[in-house]
């Protein structure tokens, strides 16, 4: 945590409550396009675009509409001008603008780093949840899923509903579910489903893309060889399997390790509107402040790439010039857990240089890491 002034002054913009606080997260869009092909074969399922970690080659991208309409004349608008505004926004009473790190500032390109997740999270389910081997050689299309679908973990469906929870188009795994089949599981108007947990599983962020395309990979598959899978396993296992690995590939930071080894634009966009559009917020007299869930040495490493292009001192590639753009940073967070007032406990300074954590007065603290309590 940066702070110009004692801690206990900067935590004071700590109730995160609008209209003092505003705070941005998962800002970017999804991919609009997807696979035109309805069915993967058993032999090798599904997936037009691969990405291995070991070659880091990259093939092309599938292309149609299954799940979305691409749009009739493709526009190339750059990253940081890809705004989305739901409403009308006064600033007048916002004292504090806060951002997320992970898909807000630091916007990734799903071909690369989803596909190092992809394969990552599939190493996890050959090596430490018995999953068959041929699983390794299978390919991930980066188009094919968008957000805003739901998963039925029980019966392994893909659904995109309206928003009256009418289930519009259905997927099974990668084959096509037909009208009846549709109306036999989702059709009844007398009972309507929630669609929410623990039976269904929202796709609502660009980080659950990969994991969805595997799953539906998995369902086809275990619909072809149900003697190839752990015994015992159904569609709903499945899925926790899937999340369990996706869990351990960020927790034990095999994700982030090769991100930080090359956080060039190979695995971030480059956006040049960033730290202008700091300074301005900073220059109209508000706070500025970050919350990420990532850890303090990968958040240096991605905010000073981010930041890198504007700082002045550019003799070390790691100087930490970009804590002069917030008043208030925060990692391993744990949001949103950390936005309940009983959660926002464990703070600890930490030596930006090292990364190691200090026993130093806290209320006179400029760099504090909030511990992650499940890491």
Request: aromatic share 10%.
């Amino acid at each position: 945590m940066l702070s110009r002034r004692p801690l206990a002054a900067a935590l004071r913009l700590a109730p995160l409550s609008p209209p003092l606080l505003l705070f941005f997260a998962s800002s970017s869009s999804s991919s609009p396009a997807s696979c035109s092909s309805p069915a993967a074969s058993a032999s090798g399922p599904r997936g037009c675009s691969a990405l291995r970690m070991d070659s880091g080659a990259v093939e092309p991208a599938s292309t149609g509409a299954i799940w979305s309409t691409p749009s009739v004349e493709p526009r190339s608008i750059s990253i940081g001008k890809q705004i989305f505004c739901n409403r009308s926004l006064n600033m007048r009473n916002i004292t504090a603008v806060g951002f997320d790190m992970d898909y807000t500032l630091a916007q990734y390109k799903p071909e690369t780093f989803e596909a190092l997740a992809y394969h990552g999270t599939i190493e996890k389910l050959v090596k430490d949840l018995n999953y068959p081997e041929e699983l390794l050689t299978w390919q991930f299309d980066w188009k094919y899923m968008v957000r805003g679908l739901v998963l039925d973990k029980k019966r392994g469906n893909i659904l995109k509903m309206d928003r009256h929870k009418y289930v519009k188009v259905a997927y099974h795994g990668f084959r096509e579910m037909s009208k009846e089949e549709k109306v036999a599981a989702y059709g009844s108007t007398l009972i309507r489903d929630s669609f929410d947990e623990p039976d269904y599983a929202l796709i609502d962020t660009l980080f659950s893309l990969g994991e969805a395309y595997l799953f539906a990979q998995l369902v086809d598959f275990m619909d072809s060889n149900p003697a190839k899978v752990p015994s015992g396993t159904d569609y709903a296992l499945m899925y926790r399997d899937v999340r369990s690995a996706v869990d351990l590939c960020h927790r034990d930071g095999t994700l982030k390790r090769m991100v930080a080894k090359e956080p060039s634009s190979r695995y971030i966009n480059e956006d040049l509107a960033i730290v202008p559009m700091l300074q301005m917020l900073r220059k109209s007299g508000r706070s500025t402040f970050l919350v990420t869930n990532s850890l303090w040495d990968y958040t240096d490493v991605v905010m000073n790439y981010l930041c890198g292009p504007h700082m002045s001192d550019v003799s070390s590639s790691h100087n930490q010039k970009w804590l002069e753009y917030f008043d208030v940073v925060i990692t391993g967070s744990s949001k949103p857990s950390f936005f309940h007032d009983d959660n926002r406990t464990g703070l600890f300074e930490v030596e930006p240089d090292s990364g190691k954590l200090l026993n130093a007065d806290l209320q006179e603290s400029k760099v504090v890491l909030m511990y992650n309590p499940f890491l």
